[in-house]
C-alpha cells in the first residue's frame, strides 16, 4: 500500500513537471514568446506603419508633419500609459469599477519581473496593451493631418488617451461592464460585447473622435475646390504593407496565447484584408473604368478594421464576408462623408477605421455562431446566447461608446481651442506645417 501511494505521488509529481500549464500562476514560455512578438508586430503597426502610410497621402509640404505627429504620440502616449492610463484600464477601480479603473498601479506600481497576468509576466502584458494605446490616437491624426498645429494636437492626443481611450479599454477588456466574460469551468458569468482585438477600444473611439475633430477644426484651405492629391503612393503602399503584416500581431496577439484561437485570428485577419482590398478595387474599376492603387491599399485597412473585432470569434467563411463587406460599405461610407457631407476628414478615419469598428461589432453577433455551416465561428454566440441577444449588447457597446467618445472628444477640443488654438494660420497653412511648425522640409526642391 505505501509503495502504491509513492507511486501515485510520484506520477502526480511527473504531471505536474511536464504539463506547466497545469500549475496556478506558472509562465508559459510559449505564449511569452509569442506575445512579446506580437509587441513588436503592433508598435511596427504605428512606427513605421501607419506613419508612412499617412505620409504618403498628405502633400509634400506637410510630410514631416505628419511622421513627427505619430512619432510624439508613440512617445508621449508611452509615458502616459505607465503613469496612470494602464492602471485606469487594467486595475480595479473600487466603487466606480464598472467605469474606469483605479490608480493601484499608476507607475507599474507592484510590477515586477516576477508579476504575471494569467501565464504572461504582467510587464509583457502591460507593454502589449501599450502599443494599442499609442496606435489608437494617432489613428486619429489622420482626420486633422495638414491643417492642426502639433501642441494642440499633442495635448488633445495625451488628454483624450487619459479620458477616453482607458475608460472605454476598461469598460471591455479591464472587468467594465462591457465585458464579455466566462468563468474558469467556461460557462458564461457576463454576456458583453464581444470586441476580441479592439473593435470598439480602438476603430471605434478613433474613428468618432477623427470625425469630431474635423467638424471643430474645419476643412483644409481650399477643399472641394483645390485638388490635394496624396503626394507619394508609394510610400503609402509600403506603410500599407508594414499595417498588414503588423496586424497579425494586433489579432493573434489578443489570443494571449500561442494557440488555436491565435492561429485562427490570424487567418481570418487575412482573409479579410484580402477581401476588403478586393472589394473596393472592383467598385472603382466598375465606376472610373480603373483600378486604383490607393483604392486597394485603403480596401485592406477597412477589412483589418473590420475584422478586428471578430477576429478571435468567427471562422474563414464568416471571415470573407466581413471583408468583402467592409470594402463596400466603407466605399460608401467615404463618398458620403466627403462629397455629400463635404466633412474634411483629410485621411478617412470615420468611414474607413470608425464605419469599419461598428460594421464589426455588429457581424460578429451573427457569425460568432456555431450554427451556420460554412461560415460558422466559435460558438461565442450559440443555443444559449441567441444572435438577437447578442446584437442588443453590441449595439449597446457601440452606441455607449460613440456618444462617450463624441461628447469627451468635444468638450477636449473646445477647451485647447480655447486656451491655445488649434489650427494653425492660414499663411501657415499656405507654406505647409513641415516648414512653419518644425524649421525642415521633406524634399529639397
Same mark, same amino acid.
Given at each position: 500500500?505505501?509503495?502504491?501511494?509513492?507511486?501515485?505521488?510520484?506520477?502526480?509529481?511527473?504531471?505536474?513537471?511536464?504539463?506547466?500549464?497545469?500549475?496556478?500562476?506558472?509562465?508559459?514560455?510559449?505564449?511569452?514568446?509569442?506575445?512579446?512578438?506580437?509587441?513588436?508586430?503592433?508598435?511596427?503597426?504605428?512606427?513605421?506603419?501607419?506613419?508612412?502610410?499617412?505620409?504618403?497621402?498628405?502633400?509634400?509640404?506637410?510630410?514631416?508633419?505628419?511622421?513627427?505627429?505619430?512619432?510624439?504620440?508613440?512617445?508621449?502616449?508611452?509615458?502616459?500609459?505607465?503613469?496612470?492610463?494602464?492602471?485606469?484600464?487594467?486595475?480595479?477601480?473600487?466603487?466606480?469599477?464598472?467605469?474606469?479603473?483605479?490608480?493601484?498601479?499608476?507607475?507599474?506600481?507592484?510590477?515586477?519581473?516576477?508579476?504575471?497576468?494569467?501565464?504572461?509576466?504582467? $510587464?509583457?502584458?502591460?507593454?502589449?496593451?501599450? $502599443?494599442?494605446?499609442?496606435?489608437?490616437?494617432?489613428?486619429?491624426?489622420?482626420?486633422?493631418?495638414?491643417?492642426?498645429?502639433?501642441?494642440?494636437?499633442?495635448?488633445?492626443?495625451?488628454?483624450?488617451?487619459?479620458?477616453?481611450?482607458?475608460?472605454?479599454?476598461?469598460?471591455?477588456?479591464?472587468?467594465?461592464?462591457?465585458?464579455?466574460?466566462?468563468?474558469?469551468?467556461?460557462?458564461?458569468?457576463?454576456?458583453?460585447?464581444?470586441?476580441?482585438?479592439?473593435?470598439?477600444?480602438?476603430?471605434?473611439?478613433?474613428?468618432?473622435?477623427?470625425?469630431?475633430?474635423?467638424?471643430?477644426?474645419?476643412?483644409?484651405?481650399?477643399?472641394?475646390?483645390?485638388?490635394?492629391?496624396?503626394?507619394?503612393?508609394?510610400?503609402?503602399?509600403?506603410?500599407?504593407?508594414?499595417?498588414?503584416?503588423?496586424?497579425?500581431?494586433?489579432?493573434?496577439?489578443?489570443?494571449?496565447?500561442?494557440?488555436?484561437?491565435?492561429?485562427?485570428?490570424?487567418?481570418?485577419?487575412?482573409?479579410?484584408?484580402?477581401?476588403?482590398?478586393?472589394?473596393?478595387?472592383?467598385?472603382?474599376?466598375?465606376?472610373?473604368?480603373?483600378?486604383?492603387?490607393?483604392?486597394?491599399?485603403?480596401?485592406?485597412?477597412?477589412?483589418?478594421?473590420?475584422?478586428?473585432?471578430?477576429?478571435?470569434?468567427?471562422?474563414?467563411?464568416?471571415?470573407?464576408?466581413?471583408?468583402?463587406?467592409?470594402?463596400?460599405?466603407?466605399?460608401?461610407?467615404?463618398?458620403?462623408?466627403?462629397?455629400?457631407?463635404?466633412?474634411?476628414?483629410?485621411?478617412?478615419?470615420?468611414?474607413?477605421?470608425?464605419?469599419?469598428?461598428?460594421?464589426? $461589432?455588429?457581424?460578429?453577433?451573427?457569425?460568432?455562431?456555431?450554427?451556420?455551416?460554412?461560415?460558422?465561428?466559435?460558438?461565442?454566440?450559440?443555443?444559449?446566447?441567441?444572435?438577437?441577444?447578442?446584437?442588443?449588447?453590441?449595439?449597446?457597446?457601440?452606441?455607449?461608446?460613440?456618444?462617450?467618445?463624441?461628447?469627451?472628444?468635444?468638450?477636449?477640443?473646445?477647451?485647447?481651442?480655447?486656451?491655445?488654438?488649434?489650427?494653425? $494660420?492660414?499663411?501657415?497653412?499656405?507654406?505647409?506645417?513641415?516648414?512653419?511648425?518644425?524649421?525642415?522640409?521633406?524634399?529639397?526642391?
Amino acid at each position: 500500500m505505501p509503495f502504491r501511494r509513492f507511486k501515485s505521488v510520484l506520477a502526480f509529481l511527473l504531471v505536474l513537471l511536464l504539463s506547466p500549464s497545469l500549475l496556478a500562476d506558472e509562465l508559459n514560455s510559449a505564449n511569452t514568446a509569442w506575445i512579446l512578438t506580437s509587441t513588436a508586430l503592433v508598435l511596427f503597426m504605428t512606427i513605421p506603419g501607419l506613419s508612412l502610410f499617412y505620409a504618403g497621402l498628405v502633400r509634400s509640404k506637410n510630410t514631416l508633419s505628419v511622421l513627427m505627429q505619430c512619432f510624439a504620440i508613440c512617445c508621449g502616449a508611452s509615458i502616459v500609459w505607465f503613469a496612470v492610463g494602464y492602471s485606469l484600464a487594467f486595475s480595479d477601480g473600487g466603487s466606480v469599477n464598472s467605469f474606469v479603473g483605479g490608480l493601484s498601479k499608476a507607475f507599474f506600481a507592484g510590477i515586477n519581473e516576477d508579476t504575471l497576468s494569467g501565464d504572461l509576466p504582467e $510587464t509583457l502584458f502591460a507593454m502589449f496593451q501599450m $502599443t494599442f494605446a499609442i496606435i489608437t490616437p494617432a489613428l486619429i491624426v489622420g482626420a486633422f493631418a495638414e491643417r492642426a498645429k502639433f501642441s494642440s494636437m499633442f495635448l488633445f492626443s495625451m488628454l483624450w488617451l487619459i479620458l477616453v481611450y482607458a475608460p472605454v479599454c476598461h469598460w471591455v477588456w479591464g472587468g467594465g461592464w462591457l465585458g464579455h466574460e466566462f468563468d474558469e469551468a467556461g460557462n458564461l458569468i457576463n454576456l458583453g460585447a464581444l470586441d476580441f482585438a479592439g473593435g470598439i477600444v480602438v476603430h471605434i473611439t478613433a474613428g468618432v473622435a477623427a470625425l469630431v475633430a474635423a467638424l471643430v477644426i474645419g476643412n483644409r484651405k481650399g477643399y472641394g475646390k483645390t485638388p490635394m492629391p496624396p503626394h507619394s503612393l508609394p510610400m503609402t503602399v509600403t506603410g500599407a504593407g508594414m499595417l498588414w503584416v503588423g496586424w497579425f500581431g494586433f489579432n493573434a496577439g489578443s489570443a494571449l496565447a500561442a494557440n488555436g484561437d491565435a492561429a485562427m485570428a490570424m487567418l481570418v485577419t487575412h482573409i479579410s484584408a484580402a477581401a476588403g482590398s478586393l472589394a473596393w478595387m472592383t467598385i472603382e474599376w466598375i465606376r472610373y473604368g480603373k483600378p486604383s492603387v490607393l483604392g486597394i491599399v485603403t480596401g485592406m485597412v477597412a477589412g483589418l478594421g473590420t475584422i478586428t473585432p471578430a477576429s478571435g470569434f468567427v471562422g474563414p467563411g464568416g471571415a470573407l464576408i466581413i471583408g468583402l463587406s467592409a470594402g463596400i460599405v466603407c466605399y460608401y461610407a467615404t463618398q458620403i462623408i466627403k462629397n455629400k457631407l463635404k466633412i474634411d476628414d483629410s485621411l478617412d478615419v470615420f468611414p474607413v477605421h470608425g464605419v469599419g469598428g461598428i460594421l464589426g $461589432t455588429i457581424l460578429v453577433a451573427f457569425f460568432a455562431s456555431d450554427a451556420i455551416g460554412l461560415f460558422s465561428g466559435q460558438g461565442y454566440v450559440s443555443a444559449g446566447v441567441g444572435a438577437g441577444s447578442q446584437l442588443f449588447v453590441q449595439l449597446k457597446g457601440i452606441v455607449s461608446t460613440v456618444v462617450y467618445t463624441a461628447v469627451i472628444s468635444w468638450v477636449l477640443l473646445k477647451v485647447i481651442d480655447k486656451l491655445m488654438g488649434l489650427r494653425v $494660420t492660414e499663411e501657415q497653412e499656405i507654406e505647409g506645417l513641415d516648414v512653419a511648425l518644425h524649421g525642415e522640409r521633406a524634399y529639397e526642391n
